[in-house]
């Protein structure tokens, strides 16, 4: 293995790994996962320093591009996909962008990853401008697809987000904030879907949470923002209203169905019958 990437290495402790028991795999695994989480907890402020990039950016109207290959393209595309239906933001504002296209969240797409060109291309087709942010997602930070997404976002004036697992990488270099946290080598060498991708996955939900918090689409701890779309999310809605207006829960599925289901206008309502 190339000792020049860390992502590519090899991690002594799981040289006998096909020799193991069960027990003994799952505890290595176990184990290297509180890696994961420890290097996470390194690069706080970096994440700090690009919550407020992201702040900045959807409050003036700008847009927030997760782009990646692979496991990291489908996580970015994941985190996504849960903005409106917890925040109430239109999809439109944080988007993922993956190589390969829709076919590779669920069908591994061979070699679209190398395509620096066509991420590049993907997002010019989204229109990608001044005051939009790139978050680029590459677990060695060596990936074409997610460098080329740079390129593209260095030729519209848009702000570069680095989000990968080695500070040395061509990715961390060209960002203008570089997250990466020190993962190590992989129990399954060079199989970055595990502790890279934990990394990746706590980062971006620790993201896409602090944004939105900032951007006032919670109160309290309730998503007082979300899209009631299914009888799960109707109850989730009913119990924020009931806890956070006061109101028994008959009155707010009354206050719920009288504002097609809107939070916010439930408990603007409920809130101004009390003064």
Same mark, same amino acid.
């Given at each position: 293995? %190339? ?14 790994? $096909? ?26 402020? !970096?994440?700090? @320093? ?5 702040? =900045? ?11 990646? /290959?692979? +496991? ?21 504002? *944080? ?6 296209? !829709?076919?590779?969240? +669920? ?6 990853? !190398?395509?620096?060109?066509? #991420? ?19 677990? %060695?930070?060596? &990936?074409?697809?997610?460098?080329? /997404? ?7 004036? /848009?702000?570069?987000? /680095?989000?990968?697992? $080695?500070?040395? %990488?061509?990715? #961390? ?18 199989? &970055? @879907? ?19 918090? @900032? ?8 998503? +007082? =923002? ?15 209203? &009931? ?14 169905? #009288?504002?097609?289901?809107? *939070? ?12």
């Amino acid at each position: 293995m %190339s000792e020049e990437l860390p992502t590519e290495g090899m991690l002594p402790s799981a040289r006998e790994l $096909d020799r193991m028991t069960v027990s003994d795999v799952l505890a290595l695994i176990h184990a290297e996962d509180g890696c994961a989480y420890r290097a996470v907890g390194v690069v706080l402020p !970096d994440i700090e @320093r690009a919550v407020e990039v992201l702040v =900045c950016a959807l409050s003036g109207g700008g847009r927030w591009f997760n782009v990646g /290959a692979g +496991t990291s393209g489908r996580l970015g595309v994941l985190d996504a996909s849960e903005i409106p239906p917890t925040f109430g933001m239109p999809a439109s504002c *944080v988007q993922g962008v993956i190589a390969g296209g !829709d076919a590779a969240l +669920t069908i591994a797409v061979e070699g679209a990853e !190398d395509n620096a060109e066509a #991420a590049a291309w993907a997002l010019r087709e989204r229109g990608l401008g001044l005051g939009d942010v790139v978050v680029s997602i590459s677990a %060695s930070g060596r &990936t074409p697809f997610a460098l080329g /997404a740079f390129d593209a976002a260095y030729e519209a004036g /848009a702000r570069r987000i /680095a989000l990968c697992c $080695d500070p040395e %990488s061509p990715l #961390a270099k060209a960002a203008e904030i570089a997250i990466a946290p020190r993962v190590g080598p992989e129990v399954v060498a060079g199989s &970055t @879907r595990m502790k890279g991708g934990l990394a990746q996955k706590m980062i971006l939900h620790m993201l896409s949470t602090a944004v939105m918090v @900032r951007l006032g689409r919670v109160e309290g701890n309730f998503m +007082t =923002c979300v899209s009631p779309a299914n009888e799960k999310l109707r109850a989730r809605a009913v119990g924020i209203v &009931t806890e956070l207006a006061g109101v028994s829960r008959e009155q707010a599925r009354e206050l719920l169905e #009288a504002h097609n289901g809107s *939070v916010e206008g439930a408990l603007a309502v409920a809130r101004r019958g009390r003064r």
